[in-house]
């Protein structure tokens, strides 16, 4: 795969919409047919249009129309992404194929990438570990920014603007080829104010708490995005550079830090667009070099990286417990430094046969700092083997199979509180270190027959506990609850199985993917009876957890203007031991489907009207509470203007187009009353040439 990602954008000068890279091979204007024989595993891609004509918030936003895929939002300005339910650090983020590695352990922080400068997404369902290691047990989100230019001087501008938070935004790209040497410059600003809600109050610890103009107080926010990639490609060798930085900074909803909120003296109702305590600021630096050779019959590529994530979090300071006042506003502060190296070949034996043989390392150091602690400094090491071999044995019948070995060195640094509880310093974290090794495998086959393609895949993946579930210890007063660590967990095993139905005609597709996942020992946070200053607490525990589902998307074209198409995904999940035994995980999602007619004037215009439904969520684990299920109407309108040799396009979007009150049982807003944004109109028009 490695060796995929970077050779597949030596071809890139295409529309990446025409493009599609899937187990090796790049794939031009071929049916739909060869397209889905190329893997094993569901995965869906997307090109620029996708995202363009999905401009509603931010990039896990736009993608959550795809069966399978969910957003986790904070906010308006921070989402985080989840495949079937499973997220944070069991869905690996890669951008051009290094993995990215922030604060994701965090279930307020969002992705630190520019949405603007993303050309092309793959999600692949289910596990990607033999390709990416331990954190990629329940997926893959490939988000690829290296489209390569064709011309001397070609770029785009585009303008965005939002009515739910009166978002402003201006991305700008120039880029260009001279010879064997190209260039890329990407800049992207934005600001954004306090949401919407179409409610006038809230209940929090049964405090009645009135929303301004239904705005949720201190949820405003900013971002400044720039990057820079200098390349030369050469006959059979190419090398790119590129430094990216993403800076951000946003508010936390006021009412939900703590109650405390309501002695202050700040007037969060001064402005709809400043940024007040609580807020947290996170600037995302990617220094990220790449060599590609390809020659008779194989293909090499080796990738160095460094990442550099800061992030703050601040705060009033206000004592809790028996901490006295703190000095300053700081309550968190963490300092991530990453080094990824990554070598990987494709070794083509015949036109039938092809290897995919690879190794990576990587090395995380994380210091925290300030008054607050949740999470203790540590050091991690990783390092991995694999290999993967495809046989295509006839026009109709793919095999594929693969293993990797990984091994895992974790130190956990202790950590006593800088203030005296009962005449002593109580110590918070012990000093940690653990070893984990695994070996996962993976076989797969996909069979075709007139217009029919089966697959399926099988295979066992591993996850070893990050330092949040080992060490955790603290308040996290963002999402109302006390969290603690583990120290005996277990690296986490998943055993699953994908299968795949499709059926590809002229006019009308369908594909069914089902799935089956068991975890003989699942991580995560059991809410316990325990209170600490109110807030309940919440321990990292084990237990087996079965999981099932399936995705569904069927799509119809009636001659050359109307297309119709359904869309939907089911998962149901349960402990099968524990504490919870019978019970099902907490934030489960609950069915969606979706169902749209487009009708198409033209290429490049289109309108578009979409009906979302969102079920019951009644499988609960206590002390959640109960979802009802809801719907919404949303519009789209997509127009294109030649001019000359440059091209304009406007876009736009209106969501919840009525308006109404509904929540989503992911949202960690949702356990203090506050549904998601009202309706929200999103504008982007772009210029290219």
Request: proline share 5%; aromatic share 12%.
């Amino acid at each position: 795969m490695i060796a995929t990602i970077v050779a597949a954008t030596m071809l890139l000068a295409a529309d990446p919409d025409t493009c599609v890279v899937l187990s090796g091979t790049t794939i031009y204007g071929e049916s739909r047919k060869q397209e889905l024989m190329s893997r094993s595993l569901g995965s869906v891609e997307v090109g620029r249009n996708y995202l363009e004509n999905h401009f509603s918030g931010t990039l896990m936003q736009r993608l959550r129309t795809i069966p399978g895929v969910q957003s986790r939002s904070i906010g308006s300005g921070q989402s985080k992404p989840a495949i079937r339910g499973l997220g944070f650090n069991r869905i690996a983020v890669a951008v051009d194929g290094i993995k990215h590695e922030g604060q994701q352990w965090g279930d307020d922080h969002g992705l630190e990438i520019d949405a603007f400068s993303v050309d092309r997404v793959e999600v692949v369902k289910g596990p990607g570990a033999l390709l990416y290691g331990s954190d990629a047990i329940g997926g893959v989100l490939g988000l690829y920014t290296n489209y390569l230019p064709t011309g001397p001087v070609q770029g785009k501008v585009q303008f965005s603007a939002r009515s739910n938070n009166e978002w402003l935004g201006l991305s700008a790209r120039v880029e260009g080829r001279q010879g064997r040497f190209y260039y890329r410059f990407h800049l992207t600003g934005a600001d954004y104010g306090d949401y919407r809600v179409p409610v006038d109050s809230i209940q929090y610890y049964s405090y009645n708490i009135p929303l301004k103009d239904g705005r949720l107080r201190n949820t405003a926010g900013r971002e400044r995005d720039g990057s820079l990639a200098l390349g030369y490609v050469g006959k059979t060798f190419r090398n790119d550079l590129t430094v990216s930085d993403t800076w951000s900074k946003s508010g936390f909803f006021a009412n939900a830090h703590g109650l405390e909120v309501r002695l202050s003296d700040i007037d969060y109702d001064r402005s709809r667009r400043d940024i007040d305590l609580p807020w947290q600021r996170v600037n995302h630096l990617t220094v990220h070099d790449h060599a590609h050779w390809h020659g008779p019959g194989f293909i090499l590529d080796a990738d160095l990286a460094w990442q550099h994530n800061a992030r703050m979090e601040c705060s009033e300071p206000v004592s809790h417990g028996y901490m006295p006042t703190p000095p300053d506003a700081v309550e968190r502060a963490f300092r991530k430094h990453t080094l990824t190296a990554k070598a990987g070949v494709r070794i083509d034996w015949t036109a039938r046969h092809r290897l995919l043989a690879g190794v990576d390392a990587e090395y995380q150091h994380n210091r925290r700092s300030g008054w607050g602690f949740i999470i203790p400094d540590f050091e991690t090491a990783s390092g991995g083997l694999y290999a993967v071999d495809r046989w295509t044995l006839s026009d109709d019948l793919v095999l594929n199979a693969g293993l990797r070995f990984d091994g895992v060195r974790t130190r956990i640094q202790s950590y006593q509180d800088w203030y005296e509880t009962l005449g002593e310093y109580k110590l918070r974290s012990e000093d940690l270190r653990k070893t984990f090794r695994s070996l996962t495998w993976s076989a797969g086959a996909a069979y075709s027959t007139g217009p029919w393609v089966w697959k399926m895949n099988a295979g066992k993946s591993f996850r070893v506990p990050i330092p949040k579930e080992l060490g955790a210890d603290g308040v996290n007063y963002h999402i109302f609850r006390y969290e603690k660590g583990n120290p005996a967990l277990d690296p986490e095993q998943s055993y699953q199985m994908d299968v795949g139905i499709n059926y590809a005609g002229d006019r009308l597709n369908i594909q069914v993917d089902p799935y089956l996942n068991w975890f003989p020992n699942y991580i995560y946070l059991n809410p316990t009876s325990g209170y600490y200053e109110g807030l309940q607490m919440y321990a990292y525990t084990q237990c087996a957890v079965l999981r099932y589902g399936f995705e569904v998307q069927a799509s119809l074209s009636f001659g050359p203007h109307w297309e119709t198409e359904i869309r939907g995904e089911y998962l149901h999940a349960e402990q099968l031991s524990g504490a919870k035994k019978g019970y099902t995980l907490p934030f489960s999602p609950p069915w969606t489907a979706d169902a749209l007619v487009r009708y198409i004037l033209r290429p490049g215009t289109s309108v578009q009207m979409d009906l979302r439904l969102i079920g019951d969520q009644r499988e609960i684990v206590p002390p959640e509470k109960p979802t009802d299920g809801s719907y919404t109407l949303n519009a789209t309108v997509s127009r294109q203007f030649p001019l000359g040799k440059t091209l304009l396009k406007v876009n736009l979007q209106v969501e919840n187009l009525l308006d109404r009150r509904y929540y989503d049982h992911t949202s960690y807003y949702r356990l203090i009353g506050v549904p998601e944004p009202g309706r929200n109109a999103s504008l982007l028009v772009g210029l290219e040439f």
